[in-house]
Protein backbone atom coordinates (compact mmCIF):
# COMPACT_ATOMS: atom_id res chain seq x y z
CA UNK A 1 0.00 0.00 0.00
CA UNK A 2 1.54 3.11 -1.10
CA UNK A 3 0.29 6.61 1.26
CA UNK A 4 0.63 9.86 -0.31
CA UNK A 5 0.53 13.14 1.14
CA UNK A 6 -0.04 16.16 -0.60
CA UNK A 7 1.08 19.99 0.53
CA UNK A 8 1.84 22.96 -0.78
CA UNK A 9 -2.01 24.53 -1.68
CA UNK A 10 -2.92 27.69 -0.56
CA UNK A 11 -4.30 31.30 -2.05
CA UNK A 12 -2.38 32.98 -4.75
CA UNK A 13 -2.89 35.68 -7.01
CA UNK A 14 -3.07 35.21 -10.47
CA UNK A 15 0.30 35.63 -12.21
CA UNK A 16 1.89 33.89 -8.81
CA UNK A 17 3.51 30.47 -8.31
CA UNK A 18 3.22 27.55 -6.25
CA UNK A 19 4.93 24.55 -5.21
CA UNK A 20 2.96 21.44 -4.34
CA UNK A 21 4.56 18.63 -3.21
CA UNK A 22 3.59 15.10 -2.32
CA UNK A 23 5.49 12.81 -0.41
CA UNK A 24 5.12 9.20 0.44
CA UNK A 25 7.12 6.92 3.13
CA UNK A 26 7.82 3.87 2.66
CA UNK A 27 11.07 2.04 0.17
CA UNK A 28 8.78 1.53 -2.57
CA UNK A 29 7.65 4.82 -3.56
CA UNK A 30 10.81 5.10 -5.78
CA UNK A 31 9.31 2.29 -8.18
CA UNK A 32 5.82 4.13 -9.12
CA UNK A 33 4.95 6.00 -11.51
CA UNK A 34 3.91 9.59 -10.26
CA UNK A 35 0.98 12.05 -11.73
CA UNK A 36 -1.07 15.05 -10.55
CA UNK A 37 -4.89 15.21 -11.28
CA UNK A 38 -6.63 18.23 -10.26
CA UNK A 39 -10.51 18.78 -10.20
CA UNK A 40 -12.79 21.91 -9.73
CA UNK A 41 -16.28 22.10 -8.87
CA UNK A 42 -18.51 20.53 -11.48
CA UNK A 43 -15.87 19.20 -13.89
CA UNK A 44 -14.16 16.02 -13.96
CA UNK A 45 -10.31 14.98 -12.66
CA UNK A 46 -8.28 15.65 -15.13
CA UNK A 47 -4.33 15.53 -16.01
CA UNK A 48 -1.78 17.99 -14.72
CA UNK A 49 1.85 16.33 -15.04
CA UNK A 50 3.14 12.76 -14.17
CA UNK A 51 6.77 10.91 -14.03
CA UNK A 52 7.57 7.85 -14.73
CA UNK A 53 9.98 5.66 -11.96
CA UNK A 54 12.14 4.43 -14.28
CA UNK A 55 13.90 6.59 -16.48
CA UNK A 56 12.40 10.08 -15.37
CA UNK A 57 9.99 10.59 -18.15
CA UNK A 58 8.20 13.54 -17.95
CA UNK A 59 4.55 14.66 -19.18
CA UNK A 60 2.71 17.91 -18.64
CA UNK A 61 -0.91 18.41 -20.08
CA UNK A 62 -0.67 20.81 -23.17
CA UNK A 63 -2.62 23.38 -22.09
CA UNK A 64 0.09 23.75 -18.83
CA UNK A 65 3.40 22.96 -21.06
CA UNK A 66 5.63 26.15 -20.25
CA UNK A 67 3.92 27.10 -16.64
CA UNK A 68 4.09 23.66 -14.97
CA UNK A 69 7.33 21.58 -14.39
CA UNK A 70 7.22 18.21 -12.28
CA UNK A 71 10.10 16.46 -11.09
CA UNK A 72 10.98 13.97 -8.29
CA UNK A 73 13.78 13.72 -5.76
CA UNK A 74 13.83 9.92 -4.88
CA UNK A 75 16.27 9.83 -2.09
CA UNK A 76 13.40 12.07 -0.32
CA UNK A 77 10.46 10.29 -1.44
CA UNK A 78 8.93 13.12 -3.08
CA UNK A 79 7.21 14.43 -6.08
CA UNK A 80 7.55 18.14 -7.05
CA UNK A 81 5.23 20.46 -9.00
CA UNK A 82 6.49 24.20 -9.92
CA UNK A 83 3.26 26.08 -11.30
CA UNK A 84 4.10 29.07 -12.77
CA UNK A 85 2.00 32.15 -14.01
CA UNK A 86 -1.31 30.89 -11.91
CA UNK A 87 -4.42 31.61 -13.79
CA UNK A 88 -8.03 31.97 -11.98
CA UNK A 89 -9.08 28.28 -14.11
CA UNK A 90 -5.90 26.80 -12.53
CA UNK A 91 -7.85 26.93 -9.36
CA UNK A 92 -8.67 23.57 -8.11
CA UNK A 93 -7.96 20.64 -5.63
CA UNK A 94 -4.67 19.14 -6.92
CA UNK A 95 -4.71 15.37 -6.17
CA UNK A 96 -0.90 13.10 -6.31
CA UNK A 97 -1.64 9.82 -7.83
CA UNK A 98 0.75 6.69 -7.85
CA UNK A 99 0.94 3.88 -10.19
CA UNK A 100 3.13 1.39 -11.29
CA UNK A 101 1.83 0.59 -14.80
CA UNK A 102 0.40 2.13 -18.03
CA UNK A 103 0.15 5.85 -19.75
CA UNK A 104 1.55 8.25 -18.08
CA UNK A 105 -1.57 10.82 -18.74
CA UNK A 106 -4.35 7.90 -17.95
CA UNK A 107 -6.50 8.15 -14.49
CA UNK A 108 -6.67 4.74 -15.06
CA UNK A 109 -3.02 4.63 -15.15
CA UNK A 110 -2.99 5.22 -10.97
CA UNK A 111 -4.21 2.99 -7.78
CA UNK A 112 -3.04 5.14 -5.55
CA UNK A 113 -4.03 8.60 -4.47
CA UNK A 114 -3.60 11.49 -1.91
CA UNK A 115 -6.38 13.41 -0.23
CA UNK A 116 -5.30 16.64 -2.60
CA UNK A 117 -4.54 20.04 -1.89
CA UNK A 118 -6.46 23.29 -2.57
CA UNK A 119 -5.45 25.86 -5.06
CA UNK A 120 -7.08 29.02 -5.11
CA UNK A 121 -5.84 31.04 -7.66
CA UNK A 122 -7.65 35.00 -7.31
CA UNK A 123 -8.22 37.74 -10.44
Known amino acids: QVQLAESGGGLVQAGGSLSLSCVSP????????CGWFRQSPGKEREFVAAISWSRGETLVADSLKGRFTISRDNAKNTVSLQMNSLQPDDTAVYYCAAGRTGSLDYIGSYGHWGQGTQVTVSA
Open 26 to 33: GPTFIIYN
